[in-house]
């Protein structure tokens, strides 16, 4: 069964990142758009190597999900832009088929005048500088228009910008209206051609998946664990319930994307320590509607399906539709209770984890008054103990890995030269 194709992998992660803030939408694709057209006309590269690094054009502010940084990022600032590119550099290095290039996304703000500083850990940055180029450039177009954006690259050629890439860059320009084909929308067309060449393998697909999903998750020391448990709870279930191998795929996938949707949702109101307002409230559900709008028609319906329907329950009573028991299929009602599993044993912004105890009398409690499904609340009770042992088992692999990553985020800033942290005002560009 194939859940998803190649070029709709890279839909999903396009649209994920349109949903984090809307002063960013089409910046990444933009930018992927800008790069694959700049290293058309350089020549050399391989199909693969152009369709790699077009996606790392898109990908590029992955590690930007921090709404905080975003204001940094758009107001054209160098103060702790390093920030994002560190985060965006783990994600790569540990999560993604594109480990090898993480380093371009590290200094993709690197200025020019700074690349020696950093040149002892250059392997293949120097494609950062090609994304710091085609990053501003968007901005400029954006905030400005053709001609500023050509002086001003022009004006920091040799400076901010290798000379190479600011030649390449009004080269491509000449040949290949790249400004204008920004502004008159058809850029889109091209980036769609070239998301429809790229080939990922299974495994592939399924670590850009995890990534976006992980990557949620991390922005948030509350929700680090929910989906890697919402996953195993739910595979537990599916295999306790006798799903065929198929259904068990679907419902795989549909745990991993449930919540994709919460890239747009503010960690103020993620991790808020008390009730959150009925404003609040509202906020919080859309992520259900930005998980299926993400998801689009870019995946199998079912998968979509259950992911959207996690929050619906029996009686009515869920969002975001009100769905009744007789629209709920088996498989909906196991991600859904897996879910609501993995936010009673783990300790929310809100709430420490509960006992097993504790846990249990909520789920027979909510059976009782028909929110969730009583069969797949039974093998819940008659199994808790397995199905927590292996939600632990790939916790702990999760955990780790979090650990480990704020661990060489602290490192890796740490031991940026002081000059390369530092605001430099050559950088800082206002309207
Ligand atoms: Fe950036
Ligand atoms: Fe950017
Ligand atoms: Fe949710």
């Not at 391989?46 to 190597?49: F, G, K, N, T």
């Not at 690094?53 to 990908?59: A, D, F, Q, V, W």
């Not at 991600?335 to 879910?339: F, M, S």
């Not at 599993?341 to 420490?352: D, G, M, P, T, V």
């Given at each position: 069964?194939?859940?998803?194709?190649?070029?709709?992998?890279v839909?999903?992660?396009?649209?994920?990142?349109?949903?984090?803030?809307?002063?960013?939408?089409?910046?990444?694709?933009?930018v992927?758009?800008?790069?694959?057209?700049?290293l058309?006309?350089?020549?050399?590269h391989?199909?693969?190597?152009l369709?790699?690094?077009?996606?790392?054009?898109?990908?590029?502010?992955?590690?930007?999900?921090k709404?905080?940084?975003?204001?940094?990022?758009?107001?054209?600032?160098?103060?702790?832009?390093?920030?994002?590119?560190?985060?965006?550099?783990?994600?790569?290095?540990?999560?993604?088929?594109?480990?090898?290039?993480?380093?371009?996304?590290?200094?993709?703000?690197?200025?020019?005048?700074?690349?020696?500083?950093?040149?002892?850990?250059l392997?293949?940055?120097?494609?950062?500088?090609?994304?710091h180029l085609?990053?501003?450039?968007?901005?400029?177009?954006?905030?400005?228009?053709?001609a500023?954006?050509?002086?001003?690259?022009q004006?920091?050629?040799?400076?901010?910008?290798?000379?190479?890439?600011?030649?390449?860059?009004?080269?491509?320009?000449?040949?290949?209206?790249?400004?204008?084909?920004?502004?008159?929308?058809?850029?889109?067309q091209?980036?769609?051609?070239?998301?429809?060449?790229?080939?990922?393998?299974?495994?592939?697909?399924?670590?850009?998946?995890?990534?976006?999903?992980?990557?949620?998750?991390?922005?948030?020391?509350?929700?680090?664990?929910?989906?890697?448990?919402?996953?195993?709870?739910?595979?537990?279930?599916?295999?306790?319930?006798g799903?065929?191998?198929?259904?068990?795929?679907?419902?795989?996938?549909?745990?991993?994307?449930?919540?994709v949707?919460?890239?747009?949702?503010?960690v103020a109101?993620?991790?808020?320590?008390?009730?959150l307002?009925?404003?609040?409230?509202?906020?919080?559900?859309?992520h259900?509607?930005?998980?299926?709008?993400?998801?689009?028609?870019?995946?199998?319906?079912?998968?979509?399906?259950?992911?959207?329907?996690?929050?619906?329950?029996?009686?009515?009573?869920?969002?975001?539709?009100?769905l009744t028991?007789?629209?709920?299929?088996?498989?909906d009602?196991i991600?859904?209770?897996?879910?609501i599993?993995?936010?009673?044993?783990?300790?929310?912004?809100?709430?420490?984890?509960?006992?097993?105890?504790?846990?249990?009398?909520?789920?027979?409690?909510?059976?009782?008054?028909k929110?969730i499904?009583?069969?797949v609340?039974?093998?819940?009770?008659?199994?808790?103990d397995?199905?927590?042992?292996?939600?632990?088992?790939?916790?702990?692999?999760?955990?780790?890995?979090y650990?480990?990553?704020?661990?060489?985020?602290?490192?890796?800033?740490?031991?940026?030269?002081?000059?390369?942290r530092?605001?430099?005002?050559?950088?800082?560009?206002?309207g």
């Open positions: 069964m194939n859940v998803v194709s190649s070029k709709n992998i839909h999903i992660i396009r649209r994920a990142l349109n949903c984090v803030d809307p002063r960013l939408i089409g910046h990444g694709e933009r992927a758009f800008l790069l694959y057209e700049m058309r006309v350089q020549g050399g391989s199909e693969q190597e369709g790699d690094l077009t996606l790392l054009g898109l990908l590029h502010d992955i590690g930007a999900y709404t905080e940084d975003i204001d940094r990022m758009v107001e054209f600032e160098s103060q702790n832009i390093w920030e994002h590119s560190v985060y965006g550099y783990l994600f790569l290095k540990n999560l993604s088929p594109l480990s090898s290039y993480a380093d371009v996304i590290l200094y993709h703000h690197l200025p020019y005048y700074q690349y020696s500083l950093a040149s002892g850990t392997t293949r940055g120097h494609y950062g500088g090609l994304v085609a990053d501003r450039a968007d901005l400029l177009l954006e905030n400005r228009d053709e500023f954006c050509e002086q001003y690259l004006k920091h050629r040799g400076h901010l910008f290798a000379p190479e890439w600011v030649d390449l860059f009004l080269q491509t320009n000449a040949q290949r209206s790249i400004a204008k084909r920004i502004y008159d929308g058809s850029y889109f091209e980036f769609e051609r070239v998301a429809q060449s790229v080939s990922f393998s299974r495994k592939e697909k399924l670590e850009f998946l995890t990534m976006i999903a992980y990557s949620i998750d991390f922005r948030s020391e509350f929700m680090v664990l929910h989906t890697v448990t919402t996953v195993s709870v739910s595979r537990v279930l599916a295999s306790l319930m799903m065929n191998g198929e259904e068990r795929e679907k419902i795989y996938y549909a745990a991993l994307l449930h919540d949707g919460k890239v747009s949702t503010p109101i993620l991790e808020k320590p008390g009730r307002t009925t404003e609040e409230m509202a906020v919080m559900q859309r259900v509607v930005d998980t299926g709008h993400i998801l689009g028609d870019y995946l199998d319906s079912d998968v979509k399906r259950i992911a959207v329907r996690h929050h619906e329950k029996l009686d009515g009573s869920g969002y975001p539709l009100g028991g007789g629209q709920l299929s088996k498989s009602r991600v859904a209770v897996a879910d599993l993995s936010a009673l044993i783990r300790k929310r912004s809100y709430k420490e984890a509960f006992d097993k105890e504790t846990t249990l009398s909520i789920l027979t409690h909510m059976r009782d008054e929110k499904c009583p069969q609340t039974e093998i819940v009770l008659q199994n808790y397995e199905i927590l042992e292996t939600a632990e088992a790939f916790g702990r692999e999760v955990v780790e890995m650990q480990g990553l704020q661990l060489d985020y602290r490192r890796i800033l740490s031991a940026l030269p002081p000059t390369l530092e605001q430099d005002p050559a950088l800082s560009f206002r």
